[in-house]
């Protein structure tokens, strides 16, 4: 019998073996183990060079004794006699960065995954005011995934959940959920003009070569905001508890467990360019949630102390 032909009954049993594609996450354990150990050897060149401004960094590492030493001591030099794994390591860290960079910004379990890593954030965001490559690994460790915002309009008495993913800062925020929450008023939306889809699309995955500008639709409050009589402040009087389009979504305000955000009318006419703060990482924004009005009432009712207001609304909901 051909040994490379199966006999019928063999062939009956055989089950061709099943090849499962590598979970990016796992796979991408060893590079980011090597980033949060070269980010941490890196990070002892700042107290070499004794927090002076720093010099223009050497492309390619060089042992002191491989060249001669000038008249003036080179402040690379110097710290390389010092501490030549933390200098190795500083220019080390532009190619080993660079080699994780796209898996990051191509997958979120990827960035789960590099949060999970011990260290590995704390020693990026400490080297990121001196060291490019250690600034875009902590951006993108910083935007906010698989997080929920609850967004509140209490003087509108519409509410929503929110699920973000790849979203950086509250001004790609403020497009993208001001683009899901327009719509039908009968269905809990909100009316009103959309943002301009170029500003949408840029805030999503688009890289067009002129951004595109976008116009507030709403102006954000920290829950600190919110007034006894249950209303927002208007104009600049609520200025020192506004949320800043600069600010990241993954550090906004706490309240009872998740991330808040109120809504109000926008303070002032303003534009600004839809450019993503991290480009590399597309943004998603999905309402999971719409709340009813008297879900509203009632949350409102709870922050502002009024239990009893809370309570009746909560039955009229049912």
Do not use: C
């Not at 080297?127 to 490559?133: F, G, Q, R």
């Amino acid at each position: 019998m051909p040994t490379d032909v199966l006999p019928l009954k063999v062939a009956r049993r055989y089950v061709p073996p099943v090849r499962e594609a590598p979970d990016p996450a796992v796979a991408a354990l060893p590079r980011l183990t090597l980033l949060r150990d070269t980010l941490r050897r890196a990070g002892r060149v700042p107290g070499l060079l004794e927090n002076r401004r720093f010099p223009p960094a050497p492309v390619f590492f060089f042992h002191p004794s491989d060249e001669p030493e000038p008249h003036a001591p080179d402040p690379w030099t110097q710290a390389a006699k010092r501490d030549p794994a933390a200098v190795r390591a500083w220019t080390d860290l532009f190619p080993v960065a660079a080699d994780v960079l796209a898996a990051l910004g191509n997958d979120a379990a990827v960035r789960h995954a590099a949060r999970a890593v011990p260290g590995l954030g704390d020693f990026a965001n400490a080297l990121a005011p001196h060291h490019p490559a250690a600034r875009e690994v902590a951006d993108m460790l910083a935007v906010a995934d698989d997080v929920t915002v609850l967004a509140v309009a209490p003087m509108l008495g519409a509410g929503f959940r929110v699920r973000v993913r790849g979203v950086a800062d509250v001004a790609q925020f403020h497009v993208l959920f001001a683009d899901a929450v327009t719509g039908n008023p009968a269905n809990g939306h909100l009316p009103g003009k959309r943002p301009a889809p170029a500003a949408v699309e840029a805030y999503r995955d688009g890289d067009p070569l002129d951004p595109p500008i976008a116009r507030p639709r709403f102006q954000f409050y920290r829950p600190s905001a919110l007034r006894p009589d249950g209303t927002l402040p208007r104009g600049f009087s609520g200025v020192d508890d506004w949320v800043w389009g600069h600010e990241w979504v993954s550090r906004l305000p706490q309240h009872l467990g998740e991330r808040v955000v109120l809504v109000g009318e926008p303070a002032f006419p303003a534009e600004w360019e839809a450019v993503r703060r991290v480009p590399r990482v597309a943004g998603e924004l999905t309402v999971t949630e719409v709340l009813s009005d008297a879900e509203v009432r009632a949350w409102v009712a709870i922050q502002t102390g009024q239990p009893n207001a809370a309570r009746r609304s909560t039955r009229r909901a049912a």
